[in-house]
């Protein structure tokens, strides 16, 4: 899994590359065979301004054959909006996986339905198992 960071308006240090590198390696662990590519955007929005939560990280997750899955989280301390960014990568990444593979699944099945004979024009969808049009 290879990881993009790009900072705005803050500047990068090595202790919050550890600690973004360090929550998502345990956040995305499971998903990591599958993820080609982690985008993470790290911006103060209100600049060296003192603010309350104008720190924003947006973690752009890339699995090949699907929609790239797009978390931010805003918060006024950096390491607090990286946490709360992982964990919901992790959750966000799980449903994407999962509606994949049930779009996957219901296209194989009407595939096998589709070489039936005499069931042409009849749809399968995981609800009920044989729609007519």
């Avoid at 209100?46 to 054959?65: A, C, F, M, T, Y």
């Avoid at 996986?97 to 219901?106: A, G, H, K, S, T």
């Amino acid at each position: 899994m290879r990881t993009i960071i790009h900072a705005q308006n803050i500047s990068l240090t090595n202790a919050i590359r550890a600690h973004l590198d360090r929550r998502l390696a345990v956040s995305l662990q499971r998903f990591e065979a599958r993820i080609s590519l982690v985008e993470v955007y790290i911006k103060d929005i209100n600049g060296s301004d003192k603010g309350v939560d104008d720190k924003s990280v947006l973690i752009k997750i890339h699995v090949p054959g699907m929609a790239a899955v797009i978390i931010e989280n805003t918060a006024s301390d950096l390491y607090t909006s990286i946490n709360i960014a992982a964990r919901r990568s992790k959750r966000a990444l799980k449903r994407a996986l999962r509606r994949q593979q049930r779009i996957e699944r219901q296209q194989s099945m009407q595939l096998e339905f589709d070489r039936l004979p005499g069931l042409a024009g009849l749809r399968v969808n995981a609800l009920n198992p044989i729609d007519k049009p």
